[in-house]
């Protein structure tokens, strides 16, 4: 490469705003049950790039009520579809960001809550909705978003910080149940489940070093990291692996230089966004992951970025820290 | 997208795309709006159940038409034969082959498989058979294992039976075909660690004597693999492995491991010019352990410092964590 890389922010920002635009694509249509998340992702990303503003919020607050399901008590990824814990945390961190947690009734306020903790099970562990799919993403979906909505209690603290520790692997990696394979998303979502209920010290220092070492051999010598050993690096993993890093406290253990130029890498020069790895497709995920992934490393003058929450942390500063 | 390849289109490839995806809008639509219908208003029939069938076909993702379908099997449970089970478990099958990785539809196979007509352990051993053969296309794929562990827990539930020595032989089985097969790896210590906590070992020495020549020649073949490493990590350090040997035999262990990885690492050294990264890093965990054991005193000679300088060099990429350890005095 002839130029240096640098970072395309009014690229971004400009295919950022161009997927609401895309109604002429099927591909649009076909990822209906992945809006909300996606809007989250977009506005989440555009907030660090200091472009928060191409959105129009009135018009995402709108959006973000219109996929309420009021028969469960949460949000679906659309108008029309079931809710599900990970639309309802999307839901949520929306609003949170808009600071427009108000614009939900005291109804639904509750009815949420309820909803969220419903799905908790007897072991502490927490299922997707009523059909009973187990997976530490689930805990940490519904403990982000009581902790968000300051309505974190003992009663459902306490169990799901245990069903997260018998997650914990020999390897210094977490599963998506007791007995799975470690994988570095389930690494964030373990952690960050720890720290926002203020329970990292629940792991030994032995288990921290263990953990600090697992996830910093996802770095591979093209400078991205991967998810699990022996796997392809993707962007996505700057986020669940350096966030994991920085909740304790050893950001540093991968080379940041190595890590930026695989992203910048991954960047589509033309209509910019960026991808899991060089050449392939981009998308709004990645384009977030990539992003955050560089704020946690502090380039580009990107605006910060929380690792427990994955929110601005102008934001999440604002959030009631538990125990209340 | 993950995995795909990135295309420049030109403006009339995408007009001609565009143009081609009018129709195809149209009608994914009105088939939507045709299930949300039907779900809204709660029609629990074959023909709904049709409906789900086409969209799920073509968009098996949308998670809402799962639970619609689920929701229609539950209320019209007892107008349904055998058959119609056993075509619930070839549509799922149909449906992974073309995505193996959408967790919504590995979902509903353990749904379907947990309220099939026969709830013998039949169906379930059916189904081994059937993440045998996944697990041959794709031997790490991660839902794959998790879903393997999912039928083997029930087939012990309805046999009420432990098959962690059967699994055992499967892991053996995969790590033998593809050493790097750390999926393999894990679920390898996962059975170890069941079978010792269950009392399920006749002669606990012996496995572990195996064990011990097992990895020592996966270390010399998977040299340059986290995989192997990892696993010998767990295994000199597993409470079970110090317990049974007893200390003669663990330091025996340790020093033998020691040698023969300071052997591979020479190797490494005399072919590349490199010291092995995981060579040093091993080292160092066995010394950490020596000293742990009492097997090396605290005047004797360590290492382990002199190896995280080396580390530093040959491994630069975790450079900060081997200055973090020099500097903590922490030697793992």
Redesign the interface.
Same mark, same amino acid.
């Given at each position: 490469m002839s130029q240096p890389l640098q970072l395309l922010k009014e690229k971004h920002i400009a295919y950022i705003e161009s997927l609401d635009k895309k109604q002429? %694509? $099927?591909e649009y249509? $076909?990822?209906? !049950?992945?809006r909300l998340n996606g809007v989250y992702w977009g506005l989440t990303a555009l907030y660090i790039l200091d472009a928060q503003d191409k959105f129009d919020k009135e018009q995402v607050i709108k959006f973000v009520l219109s996929c309420w399901d009021d028969k469960t008590g949460g949000f679906? /990824?659309f108008h029309? !579809? %079931?809710a !599900?814990l990970l639309s309802t945390l999307s839901g949520i961190q929306i609003l949170a960001t808009y600071e427009s947690l108000h614009r939900l009734s005291d109804e639904q306020f509750e009815k949420c809550v309820a909803f969220i903790t419903s799905n908790q099970l007897e072991d502490g562990s927490f299922q997707g909705?009523r059909?009973?799919?187990v997976d530490t993403r689930f805990v940490y979906t519904a403990l982000s978003a009581l902790s968000i909505l300051g309505k974190l209690t003992p009663e459902v603290v306490e169990p799901a910080v245990n069903f997260i520790l018998k997650c914990y692997?020999?390897?210094g990696g977490f599963g998506?149940?007791p007995?799975?394979?470690? !994988?570095a998303a389930q690494s964030f979502t373990c952690l960050a489940t720890l720290a926002i209920t203020n329970s990292l010290d629940r792991l030994t220092s032995k288990q921290i070093?263990k953990i600090?070492?697992w996830l910093? =051999?996802r770095?591979l /010598?093209e400078g991205g990291l991967n998810g699990? /050993?022996? *796997?392809l690096p993707?962007v996505c993993y700057s986020w669940w692996v350096l966030s994991s890093l920085s909740i304790i406290d050893?950001l540093?253990?991968?080379?940041f230089k *190595?890590l930026r130029e695989f992203i910048l890498k991954c960047q589509?020069e033309?209509q910019g966004g960026i991808? %899991?790895?060089p050449?392939? =497709?981009? %998308?709004v995920f990645h384009t977030l992951f990539g992003l955050t992934g560089l704020s946690l490393m502090g380039f580009e003058e990107l605006k910060p970025i929380d690792p427990k929450y994955c929110m601005p942390s102008d934001i999440t500063s604002k959030f009631k820290k538990y125990p209340y | 997208m993950h995995g795909t390849k990135r295309k420049q289109w030109s403006k009339e490839a995408l007009n001609r795309k565009r143009l081609n995806d009018v129709k195809k809008i149209k009608d994914y639509r009105k088939l939507v709006d045709k299930v949300l219908t039907l779900k809204e208003s709660q029609v629990y029939d074959l023909k709904s159940l049709k409906s789900t069938t086409e969209l799920l076909e073509i968009n098996p993702e949308f998670n809402t038409a799962w639970n619609f379908r689920r929701d229609i099997i539950d209320n019209i449970r007892n107008e349904l034969d055998s058959e119609f089970w056993d075509n619930e478990l070839k549509f799922t099958m149909k449906t992974l082959k073309r995505f193996p990785k959408v967790y919504w539809i590995w979902n509903h196979r353990v749904w379907v498989l947990s309220h099939h007509v026969d709830s013998s352990i039949k169906i379930w051993q059916k189904e081994l058979f059937i993440v045998n053969q996944m697990l041959e296309l794709d031997s790490r794929n991660y839902h794959g294992w998790h879903y393997r562990r999912i039928v083997i827990q029930n087939m012990e539930r309805l046999g009420n039976k432990s098959l962690n020595h059967q699994e055992f032989q499967y892991t053996t089985e995969k790590i033998n075909q593809n050493i790097s097969n750390f999926s393999a790896w894990h679920q390898r210590v996962q059975l170890i660690s069941m079978m010792f906590d269950h009392d399920e070992i006749a002669n606990k020495l012996d496995l572990l004597k195996d064990e011990l020549d097992y990895i020592t020649n996966a270390m010399f073949t998977g040299a340059d693999d986290q995989a192997v490493w990892d696993y010998i990590c767990w295994f000199i350090e597993y409470d079970n492995v110090f317990k049974t040997l007893e200390l003669k035999e663990y330091t025996k262990m340790l020093n033998d491991l020691q040698t023969n990885i300071v052997m591979i690492n020479d190797d490494d050294k005399d072919f590349s010019g490199k010291e092995n990264p995981w060579c040093l890093k091993v080292l160092i965990l066995i010394e950490n352990l020596q000293c742990k054991r009492g097997i090396k005193k605290s005047d004797d000679v360590l290492k382990s410092k002199e190896w995280l300088a080396k580390l530093i060099e040959v491994d630069p990429l975790r450079a900060n964590r081997y200055r973090y350890l020099l500097d903590s005095q922490y030697h793992e």
């Open positions: 002429n %694509d $099927l249509w $076909l990822s209906e !049950h992945l679906g /990824p029309r !579809h %079931d !599900h909705d059909f009973g799919e692997n020999f390897d998506l149940c007995g799975a394979e470690s !994988h070093q600090g070492w910093c =051999e770095q /010598p699990r /050993p022996s *796997k993707d050893r540093n253990w991968i080379n *190595k589509d033309t991808s %899991d790895r050449d392939n =497709e981009v %998308d | -």
